[in-house]
């Protein structure tokens, strides 16, 4: 009889086994290193109508891995080991039954079995383990070795085999880098700057940051074109960034001083002319960019053309709309613009809030964000607000579809302490806030504690909570797929983002895709929505079994993995494809 490797947590005498090399007490006692760490995670169990599919990650290198199965709930018969009574263990790529009294096992057949990238699974037939494919439901306990890792029990309910499973999503508080949100770096202004390709990687790479913010001065062509060698300075922030991974905050400007040097009207709208085809090509590499041109900073406040210090004449509230208009035409409308304070869209364009029907259509209000580069670091921000109580809600209700971003810039306790800062970001729907100014905030939020949460929190955070999925369709006919998706962010995404079906053939790698009809951009911030949709496998696709994967790729860089979205649950995620496994397997006949 042949015996797999086990050391176990019990009081039962040891039976001898050939490859057994320790005692269960050296094996309960012995206390791991940190390199030798093997910690269980996000153990699943599904089902379709013939196959069982087991999951768990790990860290560490164990060199076994086991589930333990109990199929017929009872923990008075089996191998007991961890409150169940297991009848079959699957070791490694082996399936044993559980033969006699104690640590009896006799090898059934070899198995699917993986453990690449942290990851342990097995695909065994139910028939194997006495199941049919009517519902039921057994325990299951997992365990890897060395260092002995054993999880609690886990009880698994078999859906009926054609009317396929319900997946239930491990959600993870990990921080990692998203695009089109979270914390950005602004290291120097953007003109005289060159990006590095190395830090830009280390950012996204290290750091969990996928955004930067490129304020480029015009300052000596107040009286002129721009010259060509500017342009190409320009072009090759767009191309480092591109080749880095990350997007750009983009705001141009012409001056840092607050007499207001900046310039007239005229040349402003010749310089936006002259940029148009840069913004056209560069589109995928800007996450928004900000209306600028006008004041110190490109703020608007202290200007020697557009009315200074907030003493702004109709003619010059005419000229800024202007200015504003000419930007929106030139930039791509699949990108939003940004305006200083809550007052410049109101007086320029509207006083009520974007309705939500006419959100993400398009049009000049839609494409209007607000940016605060001042928060929390007074009353009223420093001059953003001018009438907080008609301004919140104006802006709590504009917020949520489109834009809202920016920086602090002094501490102000106890404003900018945690509850208010915390408070502010989820009402307001932050994407994106400077992880570099002001210090004494970002250090204020991390010794009280917030910090992480936000961290996770600005943008978008996306979590699948359930999904239900066929165990066997045929191709060339539709069949459902439904699953629920968390926001647990202070937003939702604001550029246009792709939703895929992906269908991946398990013994070729042949891809198939199927396009959802629902927007990401419509999954608010702190709800819960549902995608139900019928898909068909082309008929011309081979039978075989196909996991299903989700896809959400930038539409302007779907080739690019590090530009799709990463949902937030454990053991899904797939780097190098961008997709996020839906732990599920679909026989196709």
Not at 175 to 199: I, Q, V, W
Request: aromatic share 10%; net charge neutral.
């Amino acid at each position: 009889m042949i015996k797999p490797l086990l050391t176990f947590l019990l009081t039962l005498p040891l039976l001898a086994a050939p490859h057994l090399t320790a005692t269960p007490a050296q094996a309960a006692t012995t206390a791991p290193s940190a390199a030798r760490v093997a910690t269980i995670t996000a153990p699943s169990a599904t089902n379709d109508a013939t196959t069982l599919t087991y999951q768990f990650t790990y860290t560490g290198s164990p060199a076994f891995a086991r589930v333990y199965l109990d199929s017929d709930r009872n923990a008075a018969t089996g191998f007991v080991q961890g409150g169940a009574g297991a009848d079959y263990l699957l070791e490694n790529g082996t399936l044993y039954q559980h033969t006699g009294t104690g640590w009896n096992w006799t090898p059934l057949t070899s198995v699917p079995y993986s453990s690449a990238g942290g990851t342990a699974r097995w695909t065994i037939q139910r028939a194997d383990v006495g199941e049919s494919a009517t519902p039921g439901d057994a325990d299951l306990v997992f365990q890897v070795e060395s260092p002995l890792e054993t999880s609690t029990k886990l009880t698994q309910t078999y859906s009926g085999g054609t009317t396929g499973a319900t997946v239930t999503y491990a959600t993870t508080n990990d921080t990692f880098a998203n695009p089109e949100r979270g914390f950005y770096h602004h290291t120097g202004d953007c003109d005289k700057n060159p990006y590095s390709l190395a830090t830009l990687q280390d950012y996204r790479a290290n750091q969990g940051i996928s955004v930067v913010m490129c304020v480029f001065y015009l300052a000596e062509f107040k009286n002129s074109s721009i010259d060509q060698a500017t342009l190409t300075k320009l072009q090759n922030q767009f191309a480092t960034a591109r080749a880095a991974g990350v997007k750009m905050i983009l705001r141009f400007a012409y001056t840092t001083s607050t007499d207001g040097a900046d310039a007239p009207k005229s040349r402003v709208l010749s310089h936006l002319d002259q940029l148009a085809p840069y913004l056209s090509a560069n589109a995928d590499v800007i996450y928004l960019m900000q209306a600028g041109f006008i004041g110190a900073w490109g703020e608007g406040y202290y200007t020697q053309n557009f009315g200074n210090a907030g003493v702004i004449t109709v003619a010059n509230w005419a000229d800024r709309k202007e200015v504003t208009d000419k930007i929106l035409s030139v930039l791509p409308t699949t990108r939003m613009v940004q305006l200083r304070t809550p007052k410049y869209k109101r007086t320029m364009y509207s006083t009520n809030p974007l309705p939500p029907a006419q959100a993400y259509n398009g049009s000049t209000l839609a494409r209007l964000g607000h940016h605060n580069d001042c928060f929390l670091a007074s009353a009223d921000d420093y001059g953003t607000y001018t009438d907080p109580a008609v301004e919140y809600p104006y802006l709590q209700a504009e917020t949520a579809s489109v834009v809202m971003g920016g920086e602090t810039c002094g501490t102000n306790p106890p404003r900018t302490s945690c509850p208010t800062a915390l408070s502010e970001l989820r009402g307001f729907h932050w994407s994106y806030l400077n992880t570099d100014y002001h210090p004494n905030v970002i250090a204020g939020w991390n010794s009280e504690g917030c910090l992480p949460e936000i961290t996770r929190r600005l943008g978008y955070r996306f979590a699948l909570k359930t999904g239900t999925y066929p165990a066997t369709a045929s191709r060339g006919t539709a069949f459902p797929v439904t699953f629920t998706v968390a926001n647990d962010g202070f937003a939702a995404p604001v550029n246009p983002r792709g939703l895929q079906l992906v269908l991946r053939n398990t013994a070729t790698g042949a891809l198939y895709r199927t396009t959802l009809t629902a927007d990401p951009r419509r999954w608010a911030a702190g709800t819960t929505s549902t995608v139900t949709q019928n898909v068909t496998l082309p008929a011309g696709a081979p039978a075989g079994s196909y996991a299903l994967l989700l896809n959400l790729p930038d539409p302007l860089l779907s080739t690019r993995p590090e530009y799709s979205i990463r949902l937030a649950n454990s053991a899904t995620w797939e780097a190098a494809t961008g997709f996020n496994s839906l732990l599920h397997t679909i026989s196709i006949n």
